[in-house]
């Protein structure tokens, strides 16, 4: 049984896409609850911020 490539190439575009769209969403939002005055360098806030975003993004 043989496949051809082009069906495995578009499942895995398909795939890049909504992955593409998906960071992109997520950066927009993390970009957006950026404020002047937050420390860069708090790692843990900035990972809870994303895990939040992550959670509302769920469908």
């Known amino acids: 049984m043989t496949h051809d490539l ?3 190439l578009l499942a895995w575009s398909v795939c ?7 960071f992109a969403r997520l950066a927009r939002q993390m970009r957006g609850s950026l404020t002047p005055n937050q420390d860069p360098d708090n790692s843990e806030a900035v990972r809870a911020r994303l895990e939040r975003i992550w959670q509302k993004d769920l469908p």
Do not use: D
Request: no cysteine; charged share 20%; hydrophobic share 70%.
């Open 6 to 8: 082009r069906w495995t």
């Open 16 to 22: 890049a896409v909504a992955a593409a769209f998906k």
